[in-house]
């Protein structure tokens, strides 16, 4: 929820900005690499906790992966971000 909020303010920052069309793409694509990223994560904690509901160090590795994945997503978004914003704003 917190990443579609973030979403819905950089379109809105994007468009109050007049970013250009290809600005827009990266945006985007940025935006989808997250949402596509957190739904992947959500999944692959879901399966984990139907195959084994209980505390198992092997199930918190492989969490531990999907939520990394978020991570380096949302580093990149954030890179793409300044790119196109920084220099609007500054």
Not at 25 to 53: H, K, R, W
């Amino acid at each position: 929820m917190v990443q579609l909020l973030i979403s819905v303010i950089m379109c809105i920052l994007g468009y109050y900005l007049k970013i250009s069309a290809m600005e827009w793409m990266f945006q985007i694509l940025a935006i989808g690499l997250v949402l596509t990223a957190e739904s992947l994560n959500t999944a692959i904690e879901a399966i984990c906790d139907y195959i084994q509901p209980n505390f198992d160090t092997k199930i918190g590795f492989i969490k531990d992966i999907a939520a990394g994945a978020v991570t380096f997503a949302s580093l990149t978004a954030i890179i793409v971000g300044a790119i196109i914003y920084l220099p609007k704003l500054i």
